[in-house]
């Protein structure tokens, strides 16, 4: 393979501006963090563990194998809206007894665990991970149910997670529950559902319906144990497969059933176990990202930083030039490289693209998009000359690519060019975003002076003055509307992303997702649909 060389220069001007740029963006996103491990705050994590309780991410902790990693997904959720960030939630992908499994922890010190709509979506999110990646589900259960005051919002769609524990199950991709407090009403179904249910002795109560709702609907008085208890569970209804002494023991009986699944990946082991780490610092992806995402940055500065060995093959490296396009291995695994080298995109790139996307289908490579896109180009002569059906030769071959794709946004992803890099209406295998990146229908200055332009065009049709004050004080509420709701904490508190990454975590984030696809077969498509020449 062809080894990248480097033009960054740290002491340059240019590299301090973007650094300082993207520790500013960090210090954003780990307050959010901060925020979202805090979980209820102090007087609620206090009293959760003077009843003997852990907090959710300890129980994590003790579920995986030691000092192994835990890639946690969608952890600043519900960022920017009424609901605590982290939607109650912590779900991730982890290493348990050598399998890696999807695991989703409820947080009981957040208004009890219960279900909001950002919960919701967080939990149906880490399904769809699980199926998509054949990876065995853990669910560490403790929730009061559905959030009341939304269950318009949530009713309806939460019965999808539900079906998808039964499709989980049903492609022969395990499932277990341990239940830690309360999984009431709707929460009663993730044990039901699951392959494996461990309940845990005088803690766990699993019914469709407390005391108090029974007494209503029935007229029963009835106790919480006899109604729901584990021992009852345990030796009544057989809801219970095993019933744990403490929540330890019910961590250690989960490990066991995973233990024992016999589970083996169908995807290839990397070609290389033992890979070479990229020939340059991880540290210098802080300088490379442009601060001003109107200056482009040659992606192969960061492919020097997460490529095995900073070896790569570009392919047709003279044509196309705007988009980069190569083979390389991360940790090991073979994979295929679509980079945004300048904003736009040209019916060349997009033609370029078409032809790689169909090459790693054919040699059943995954593919990496490094997203840094304004869109497809746009004028008079690019549409003569056919940018339309050429940018839908890309978005066609994108979409029917069956072979895994995962994306990160190191920039801008504008327009249709983020449909064409994979965004996450493509259903990329991962998502993730740099915190300086920017993602919308096009920028904040282009919007507002399309939107002013409309303006000035409808008022002289009608024959009135156009009043400038006004459309100058419009533009700005526009450009700074947008410029909010295009940031990465905005779109990844909508799960529009699988969470916002430090660059310097780039190589190891996208090496636990290469492996876990890996746990399901990797193998492309044998058609695409029809391709306008």
Not at 151 to 165: C, H, K, N, S, T
Request: charged letters at 20%; proline letters at 6%.
């Amino acid at each position: 393979m062809s080894t990248l060389d480097t033009a960054i220069d740290p002491s340059s001007p240019a590299f301090h501006a973007n650094r300082d740029a993207l520790l500013d963006s960090l210090a954003e996103l780990d307050a959010a963090l901060d925020t979202a491990r805090a979980g209820g705050g102090e007087k609620y994590v206090a009293r959760h563990h003077k009843r003997g309780k852990l907090l959710p991410r300890e129980r994590i902790e003790l579920l995986l194998d030691q000092d192994s990693p835990f890639l946690e997904l969608s952890p600043v959720a519900a960022y920017g809206t009424d609901f605590p960030i982290g939607a109650s939630v912590v779900t991730g992908i982890g290493v348990v007894e050598g399998v890696e499994c999807l695991v989703v922890a409820n947080d009981p010190t957040v208004r009890g665990g219960a279900v909001n709509p950002w919960s919701l979506a967080k939990t149906r999110r880490a399904g769809e991970i699980a199926l998509a990646n054949r990876l065995p589900m853990v669910n560490l259960v403790e929730s009061a149910g559905a959030d009341l005051p939304t269950q318009a919002e949530i009713f309806i769609p939460g019965g999808r997670v539900f079906r998808d524990l039964t499709r989980l199950s049903a492609e022969k991709i395990p499932t277990v529950s341990v239940v830690f407090g309360n999984a009431t009403a709707g929460g009663a179904y993730v044990p039901g559902m699951s392959d494996y249910t461990i309940m845990i002795r005088d803690r766990s109560q699993v019914y469709l319906a407390g005391p108090p709702l029974v007494k209503m609907a029935t007229g029963e008085d009835a106790d919480d144990e006899s109604l729901g208890g584990a021992a009852m569970h345990a030796t009544t209804s057989g809801l219970a497969d095993f019933l744990a002494a403490d929540e330890r023991d019910g961590i250690r009986l989960a490990r066991q059933c995973v233990r024992r699944l016999n589970w083996r990946k169908r995807g290839p082991a990397p070609r290389n176990p033992m890979p070479r780490p990229p020939k340059y610092d991880p540290e210098e992806l802080l300088g490379i990202a442009s601060a001003d995402l109107k200056v482009p940055f040659d992606p192969r500065e960061v492919l020097a930083r997460v490529l095995d060995g900073s070896e790569f093959d570009e392919f047709k490296p003279a044509y196309g030039t705007a988009l980069v396009t190569g083979w390389g291995e991360l940790h090991g695994y073979p994979v295929g490289v679509l980079a945004n080298a300048r904003g736009v995109l040209f019916s060349e790139e997009a033609q370029k693209a078409t032809q790689f996307i169909q090459l790693a289908n054919a040699s059943d490579t995954p593919l990496i998009f490094l997203q840094n896109t304004t869109g497809y180009m746009v004028g008079t002569e690019y549409e003569q000359r056919g940018i339309i059906k050429h940018g839908a030769l890309m978005i066609n071959a994108v979409s029917n690519s069956t072979v895994p794709h995962l994306t990160v946004n190191l920039g801008a992803s504008y327009g249709a060019g983020n449909y064409g890099m994979c965004g996450r209406a493509y259903e990329p295998r991962f998502l993730f975003t740099w915190p300086n990146a920017r993602s919308a229908v096009m920028g904040p200055a282009q919007l507002a002076g399309v939107l002013s332009i409309v303006a000035r065009q409808a008022a002289a049709a009608r024959g009135r003055e156009f009043d400038e004050d006004s459309d100058a004080a419009m533009r700005m509420m526009v450009e700074q509307q947008i410029e909010s709701q295009s940031g990465a904490l905005f779109l990844s508190g909508r799960l529009y992303d699988d969470g916002v990454i430090d660059p310097r975590d780039t190589r190891t984030v996208l090496g636990l997702c290469l492996s876990s696809i890996h746990s399901g077969p990797v193998q492309g498509t044998a058609g695409f649909g029809v391709f306008r020449m």
